[in-house]
């Protein structure tokens, strides 16, 4: 029968019951009759396409390669897989952000407040409430920063154009539309549009570190790999946001957007949920602790007021006025200001913060997960030591920058006839290209082509001689490009009146076939292969990547013209010398690290680049002290469960060959051992275990947008050393926010005693909720805020981080909260008191009372510059806001007390002089009780 466009919606219902793991095929084929047929199976869905022949990857997918396929299966299959690009996370809308700022149990208690004091009809006390709890929440609400795009930015990173094979024709197309079962062409400087199983391949190169964290180019091959293989050793596989350096291929796509080894990422990020930092989790159980505490207190005034016979409408704004007094008002804006200056601060270092809590978090932090490529080293191959004529020189010099020198024993030294032909023959046996180019009247220097080979040119230049120059002196005539098989490239020059074959490659290959070696006067002696085999062997160990070079003369220049092949270069060759590069460490990685230490935090190295190299980059860098430092591999990590991972993860600080879900699973292992974790990466491989971290660190330069956006932090400079100077200033903020809680809890303390003892003792309220929530606002801001630009303390990169699970005070800061609390309570209650006895209105005691809270509140800020220190050790103008905002304050008090309309507003009247001595009196002494109990502690101690 054949099937109508009605019928066969029917027969492609949406499936919802298959089981996990497997997928239903259903396909309409017409026969040569015109009748439609249904075909459906169950497969089990296959993801270990590395394992498959090439030819039995293709018949999973149903395509014939040579034809690929037609418009309407790619079309239907479009349908089923979607766009080959990730789900983009809905954000929060605009609304939804602002009306979170409004969540917070402390404000909540202030709406409360308001609306109380509305429905007793106190209108300008409720207007000024929630006046406050508005500018809290603008403050907030602005501060927040931008919602996180980690999806949109990995959607960015994997656009890009494909070229398909499609009814048999070759086409382009965006790489959105690729479906799985389409063949993609690939060559050289092609950016991979999805995961693809390698079909075939020539000579065909790709640079994988932003997945694997691999700095050297991957040879591909089309060869089934053993079932265990690990994703970054899938020599069959290429991966969707990589790179092709040289070759070309065609490769089968077997996974698009959400379904690819990124989009598994992306789902790593969306799934991760962002941490609270240490301190915004302290903040919030002392929010809900305090609540509570208001509550009660606020039940217990109203309950005794009532029950002493006081009006109940009295007793209701007696009870606010406690509430409005106990909260700290000023505390939430003052902090997000606070924060705000640290930015400012850590801005000018090179560190940018996206999220605003996660500043502070640097402070506490005891963990540093540090990506390898890129972070610690330099992401640019680099040629450090050549062994030549028999004798080895050290090349100076970073990344590809041709800035340098060889060295013998420390002294610069001049190439001598067998390194000069060395590095001849790297420079002619070599694609690549150094430029000096770059946007904006910035030229940096790039390479176009494989890492390796770039190295061989920076170390040519260094040497004294130009790729540039050798290639037009002595023009290839032929080459053997590099084969996965032979690892080797050769070259055909002409060279002075001969025709020469320089060849690069492997140690092992090229070693047996060569019998003399060049010695340094350019002299052709036996070889000893043993002992060029061991320094090959002491290289490697130290975590060199070993190029050997090699030539053989095939006759005069008439033969130039004669076609290279093998056999030129399978025996018969003049050994020139060894070549070893290495991605090097970042030159203040190691200054940096070693800080980290002194300062208590530990660094562990996490990258997918291999045991040997890691552990050597380690070393160098000060990570681990010795050469026999345990290294935990991928394949060893799968087989921990997480008690044996939280074991190891003590013991281990470096992880090598570690793929995308493992870096997520040690960093959760150590958040579980107790740990502040902080996670520095720059590749899409990192991204979920930045998000996931208690701050992740991103690198701006070199790192990828997927990276940025999934981090807390984004160093501009992408070096590490700016990890420490992020951390000295992660711990002075927090020292400061200790500072400014320490110095306004007594206020809210103090306020909220004087209601409560006013109602218990029945006597009229020394102060009013509008004049408490005066004291409390223009105190934060001209007080307390001065407090976040004080300087970091001497030591403070000396200290061991503060334990996780410690208070936000201590118990000696306690003490002083209390002690200082009680001071208020008295010299308030005392002087309010003492006004009424001698005859003064209520509206004169209520103004001494508001003075006296302003007063001690401002003599006591000099006491809390440093929590620890007596204040003749502070430097007096290191700080010059804190003078500013006394000067400021006092002026305002002035006015509060003496003009008219602001007094009036807030039911002050003028004081006389007496008060004002009696107010300074208890200033001064309230200050110099702070420094006898800072001192009393200190001989404690």
């Known amino acids: 029968m054949k099937f109508s466009p009605s019928q066969r919606a029917i027969l492609f219902p949406p499936l919802r019951f298959v089981a996990p793991g497997h997928s239903i095929v259903r396909r309409i084929v017409s026969t040569a009759q015109g009748t439609d047929i249904l075909f459906c199976k169950l497969m089990m869905n296959t993801p270990h396409w590395h394992h498959l022949a090439p030819d039995t990857a293709a018949r999973t997918l149903e395509v014939d390669p040579a034809c690929g396929l037609d418009a309407a299966e790619a079309?239907?299959?479009?349908?089923?897989?979607?766009?080959?690009?990730?789900?983009?996370?809905?954000?929060?809308?605009?609304?939804?952000?602002?009306?979170?700022?409004?969540?917070?149990?402390?404000?909540?208690?202030?709406?409360?407040?308001?609306?109380?004091?509305?429905?007793?009809?106190?209108?300008?006390?409720?207007?000024?409430?929630?006046?406050?709890?508005?500018?809290?929440?603008?403050?907030?609400?602005?501060?927040?920063?931008?919602a996180e795009a980690a999806l949109a930015a990995l959607a960015r990173a994997i656009a890009t154009q494909a070229t398909v094979i499609r009814s048999k024709e070759r086409q382009r197309l965006d790489a959105a539309h690729l479906v799985?079962?389409?063949?993609?062409?690939?060559?050289?400087?092609?950016?991979?549009?999805?995961?693809?199983?390698?079909?075939?391949?020539?000579?065909?190169?790709?640079?994988?570190?932003?997945?694997?964290?691999?700095?050297?180019?991957?040879?591909?091959?089309?060869?089934?790999?053993?079932?265990?293989?690990?994703?970054?050793?899938?020599?069959?596989?290429?991966?969707?946001?990589?790179?092709?350096?040289?070759?070309?291929?065609?490769?089968?796509?077997?996974?698009?957007?959400?379904?690819?080894?990124?989009?598994?990422?992306?789902?790593?990020?969306?799934?991760?949920?962002?941490?609270?930092?240490?301190?915004?989790?302290?903040?919030?159980?002392?929010?809900?602790?305090?609540?509570?505490?208001?509550?009660?207190?606020?039940?217990?005034?109203?309950?005794?007021?009532?029950?002493?016979?006081?009006?109940?409408?009295?007793?209701?704004?007696?009870?606010?006025?406690?509430?409005?007094?106990?909260?700290?008002?000023?505390?939430?804006?003052?902090?997000?200001?606070?924060?705000?200056?640290?930015?400012?601060?850590?801005?000018?270092?090179?560190?940018?913060?996206?999220?605003?809590?996660?500043?502070?978090?640097?402070?506490?932090?005891?963990?540093?997960?540090?990506?390898?490529?890129?972070?610690?080293?330099?992401?640019?191959?680099?040629?450090?030591?050549?062994?030549?004529?028999?004798?080895?020189?050290?090349?100076?010099?970073?990344?590809?920058?041709?800035?340098?020198?060889?060295?013998?024993?420390?002294?610069?030294?001049?190439?001598?006839?067998?390194?000069?032909?060395?590095?001849?023959?790297?420079?002619?046996?070599?694609?690549?290209?150094?430029?000096?180019?770059?946007?904006?009247?910035?030229?940096?220097?790039?390479?176009?082509?494989?890492?390796?080979?770039?190295?061989?040119?920076?170390?040519?230049?260094k040497g004294g001689l130009d790729e540039a120059t050798l290639r037009e002196i002595f023009p290839r005539h032929d080459e053997l490009p590099f084969d996965a098989l032979r690892q080797n490239m050769a070259t055909l020059h002409e060279i002075e009146g001969q025709t020469m074959v320089y060849v690069k490659g492997a140690v092992e290959k090229l070693?047996?076939?060569?019998?003399?070696?060049?010695?340094?006067?350019?002299?052709?002696?036996?070889?000893?292969?043993?002992?060029?085999?061991?320094?090959?062997?002491?290289?490697?160990?130290?975590?060199?990547?070993?190029?050997?070079?090699?030539?053989?003369?095939?006759?005069?220049?008439?033969?130039?013209?004669?076609?290279?092949?093998?056999?030129?270069?399978?025996?018969?060759?003049?050994?020139?010398?060894?070549?070893?590069?290495?991605?090097?460490?970042?030159?203040?990685?190691?200054?940096?690290?070693?800080?980290?230490?002194?300062?208590?935090?530990?660094?562990?190295?996490?990258?997918?680049?291999?045991?040997?190299?890691?552990?050597?980059?380690?070393?160098?860098?000060?990570?681990?002290?010795?050469?026999?430092?345990?290294?935990?591999?991928?394949?060893?990590?799968?087989?921990?469960?997480?008690?044996?991972?939280?074991?190891?993860?003590?013991?281990?600080?470096i992880f090598a060959r570690v793929e995308p879900e493992q870096k997520l699973r040690l960093v959760r292992a150590l958040q579980k051992n107790g740990e502040v974790v902080a996670m520095t990466g720059d590749g899409v491989n990192d991204a979920p275990a930045l998000k996931a971290a208690d701050i992740g660190i991103a690198m701006g330069e070199g790192g990828t947008e997927v990276a940025k956006e999934a981090a807390a932090m984004v160093l501009t400079d992408d070096n590490f050393a700016t990890i420490e100077a992020a951390v000295e200033e992660g711990r002075s903020l927090y020292d400061n926010l200790v500072k400014f809680i320490t110095w306004t809890l007594p206020t809210n303390l103090g306020e909220g005693l004087v209601i409560l003892v006013a109602i218990v003792a029945g006597v009229t309220l020394p102060i009013t909720p509008l004049q408490i929530l005066w004291i409390n606002m223009t105190t934060a801001i001209l007080l307390g805020l001065p407090l976040a630009f004080e300087p970091a303390e001497r030591g403070i990169m000396r200290r061991p981080p503060r334990p996780p699970g410690a208070s936000i005070l201590d118990r000696t800061l306690v003490t002083r909260v209390l002690l200082v609390g009680v001071l208020m309570l008295t010299a308030a209650f005392g002087l309010f008191e003492l006004a009424l006895a001698r005859g003064h209105s209520l509206a004169e005691a209520r103004t001494v009372a508001v003075n006296v809270f302003v007063a001690i509140e401002t003599a006591y800020l000099f006491n809390c510059r440093s929590l620890r220190l007596p204040i003749t050790k502070i430097a007096a103008f290191s700080n010059p806001w804190v003078w500013w905002g006394a000067g400021f304050m006092l002026a305002l008090q002035l006015a509060l007390t003496y003009w008219l309309p602001l007094a009036g507003l807030f039911g002050t009247t003028p004081i006389d002089a007496r008060a004002w001595g009696e107010i300074a009196a208890v200033a001064l002494a309230a200050l110099l009780i702070v420094e006898l109990e800072k001192h009393w502690q200190s001989a404690r101690r």
């Open 75 to 146: 079309k239907a299959r479009l349908a089923r897989h979607g766009l080959n690009q990730p789900r983009a996370a809905p954000g929060r809308s605009t609304l939804a952000r602002f009306a979170a700022q409004f969540a917070a149990p402390l404000v909540l208690v202030l709406i409360v407040a308001g609306s109380v004091t509305a429905a007793l009809g106190e209108w300008v006390d409720s207007a000024v409430i929630f006046g406050v709890v508005l500018i809290n929440a603008i403050v907030g609400y602005v501060q927040e920063g931008k």
């Open 511 to 653: 070693l047996p076939a060569a019998h003399v070696l060049l010695t340094e006067d350019g002299q052709e002696v036996p070889l000893d292969h043993a002992a060029i085999e061991h320094m090959a062997t002491q290289m490697a160990s130290r975590g060199l990547r070993v190029l050997a070079l090699a030539r053989r003369s095939v006759g005069t220049a008439a033969a130039a013209a004669a076609a290279l092949d093998a056999a030129a270069i399978g025996g018969g060759l003049t050994f020139l010398g060894l070549i070893g590069m290495i991605d090097p460490p970042r030159p203040r990685a190691i200054a940096a690290v070693r800080a980290c230490h002194g300062a208590g935090i530990r660094v562990k190295m996490i990258t997918g680049d291999h045991a040997g190299t890691a552990r050597a980059i380690a070393q160098q860098i000060g990570i681990v002290a010795t050469a026999d430092a345990p290294v935990l591999t991928g394949r060893e990590l799968t087989a921990l469960d997480e008690p044996a991972l939280a074991a190891r993860v003590r013991e281990v600080d």
């Open 180 to 461: 799985p079962g389409d063949i993609v062409w690939l060559a050289a400087g092609d950016r991979v549009p999805a995961d693809l199983r390698l079909l075939k391949g020539h000579q065909l190169r790709s640079v994988e570190a932003a997945l694997t964290g691999e700095s050297a180019p991957i040879d591909k091959h089309a060869a089934e790999l053993p079932l265990e293989t690990l994703l970054a050793d899938r020599r069959n596989m290429l991966y969707a946001g990589t790179h092709v350096v040289s070759g070309q291929g065609l490769g089968l796509v077997v996974a698009t957007g959400e379904a690819t080894a990124s989009g598994r990422i992306a789902r790593l990020i969306a799934e991760t949920p962002t941490l609270a930092t240490p301190l915004t989790r302290k903040i919030g159980e002392f929010a809900g602790q305090l609540v509570w505490v208001i509550l009660v207190l606020a039940a217990l005034t109203f309950g005794v007021g009532v029950a002493r016979g006081e009006a109940v409408i009295d007793m209701l704004m007696a009870a606010v006025a406690l509430a409005v007094g106990a909260i700290p008002e000023g505390l939430p804006a003052a902090m997000t200001i606070t924060l705000a200056i640290g930015v400012g601060r850590m801005a000018k270092r090179r560190a940018i913060i996206r999220h605003l809590p996660a500043v502070e978090t640097l402070g506490s932090v005891t963990v540093i997960c540090s990506d390898k490529t890129g972070t610690l080293t330099e992401n640019a191959m680099t040629v450090t030591e050549i062994w030549a004529g028999g004798e080895t020189l050290a090349v100076s010099g970073h990344g590809y920058t041709p800035q340098g020198a060889l060295h013998r024993a420390g002294q610069d030294a001049a190439p001598t006839a067998a390194v000069r032909e060395l590095l001849v023959a790297g420079a002619l046996c070599n694609d690549a290209t150094l430029v000096h180019a770059g946007p904006h009247g910035e030229p940096r220097w790039q390479i176009t082509g494989d890492p390796t080979e770039a190295a061989l040119l920076v170390a040519a230049r």
